[in-house]
């Protein structure tokens, strides 16, 4: 049964979308209650899912809770390529073992948002792993080159003289016959997809089909506030965090973006949202609605409960000063040892010339008191207590 339910569709094309092809006749489609396969695809090319992806595998399940046919596609094959959207430099391919690592975990992982037993769930390897030269070739004849050199990030490197390799120029064709496989209606994906997309609904009509509809999302930002969230970046917050990191993570995103992730990341409605908009705007403090933020998303990936135990953790640590409930214990023979060193085995920091930074930036504390020489001898004893940053913190066992 198909749901043409008004409000739901119009919520669909209007939240964090960035643009729609065809818009008028895709909400058509969406009210008359034609049934359309949806097709999402993901590489594999980590083994976590972040709240970026998960913005699209949220929008497959509104339209899979309409009562469409959800696609869900790993691209087993095209992560061997590597995606070039957004890249100025070209990915480092995958090995099959590396592949099948970072597939291990990805089910598991969906069905935190989608019922994995009411979606499609397919590899791209089952047809492109299968494919002869001579039908590469024939479908590489099929889009010009010049439409290729249209993505942006392609142009960009051809201007600073960048090499561009011959197999990321196949990517967006593979991907293209992916949705002719799958003789998908629609595709949803982020914004830096949305040329694929539309390569796709070319080659759609040269196989004869309909071309697909197309649905792009809102990227959405990392930690950093400046790069789309990835883990490639370091600037991700996994689905699969534990709780206590998950919300103190949400807290240190930069406040312009409190909005925005509302909107792309919860199911708080979007007139609620605008108020909070219109509240920061006129003064109120952005760390109220950001720790507001941190409870929905956390509640999300895993209950109320644990949403509220995570923020009387984090405002016990960052607002009374006191030490996390629970901590690593690490033991360690009772020698001395100069404090990079011991910060490196601590992993506490990846490097003894970035411990040295850290200490010198006065990030390091010793049992509550502030260490800036990097030179000073630790003896290691029972009960010292270290902590880097403002989450990084290690309890010493000897």
């Not at 939240?15 to 097709?39: A, N, P, Q, Y």
């Not at 009509?205 to 930690?223: H, N, W």
């Not at 260490?371 to 029972?382: A, V």
Request: charged content about 30%; aromatic content about 6%.
């Amino acid at each position: 049964m198909i749901s043409t339910d008004k409000e739901k569709i119009n919520d669909l094309l209007s939240r964090g979308v960035e643009e729609i092809i065809d818009r008028e006749h895709l909400k058509k489609r969406l009210l008359t209650g034609e049934k359309l396969r949806v097709k999402l695809g993901i590489d594999p090319t980590s083994s976590e899912i972040h709240l970026g992806n998960a913005v699209v595998l949220w929008k497959l399940k509104e339209l899979r809770d309409l009562g469409h046919q959800a696609v869900f596609l790993i691209g087993d094959f095209t992560a061997k390529i590597g995606d070039p959207s957004g890249r100025l430099l070209a990915r480092r391919p995958l090995t099959d073992e590396e592949i099948r690592k970072n597939m291990a975990t990805y089910k598991k992982q969906v069905a935190k948002i989608l019922d994995l037993d009411k979606i499609e769930i397919r590899y791209n390897s089952e047809w492109l792993g299968k494919m002869k030269s001579n039908e590469i070739f024939s479908l590489t004849q099929l889009i010009s080159l010049n439409k290729i050199l249209e993505r942006e990030d392609f142009s960009k490197r051809l201007a600073e003289h960048r090499p561009i390799g011959m197999h990321e120029l196949l990517y967006p064709l593979f991907q293209a016959y992916d949705s002719v496989i799958l003789k998908a209606d629609l595709e949803i994906g982020g914004q830096d997809q949305l040329l694929n997309m539309l390569i796709a609904r070319e080659i759609q009509k040269k196989f004869s089909q309909k071309p697909q509809d197309v649905i792009a999302f809102s990227l959405l930002e990392g930690l950093d506030g400046l790069r789309k969230m990835s883990k490639s970046y370091n600037n991700y917050i996994g689905i699969t965090f534990k709780p206590n990191e998950m919300f103190g993570k949400i807290m240190s995103i930069p406040d312009n973006l409190i909005i925005k992730y509302f909107t792309l990341c919860t199911r708080v409605s979007l007139q609620e949202i605008n108020e909070m908009a219109e509240a920061i705007k006129k003064g109120a403090n952005p760390r109220d609605f950001k720790a507001k933020l941190a409870r929905e998303i956390v509640k999300i990936y895993h209950d109320e409960k644990a949403a509220t135990s995570a923020e009387k953790e984090f405002n016990k640590i960052f607002q009374k000063k006191e030490l996390p409930s629970e901590m690593p214990v690490i033991k360690l023979p009772a020698t001395s040892d100069k404090l990079p060193n011991l910060l490196v085995k601590l992993k506490l920091a990846p490097s003894k010339s970035e411990a040295q930074r850290l200490i010198k930036q006065g990030a390091v504390t010793i049992s509550g008191q502030v260490e800036k020489d990097w030179k000073k001898e630790i003896k290691i004893k029972s009960g010292i207590i270290i902590r880097v940053g403002k989450r990084k913190f290690v309890k010493i066992k000897v």
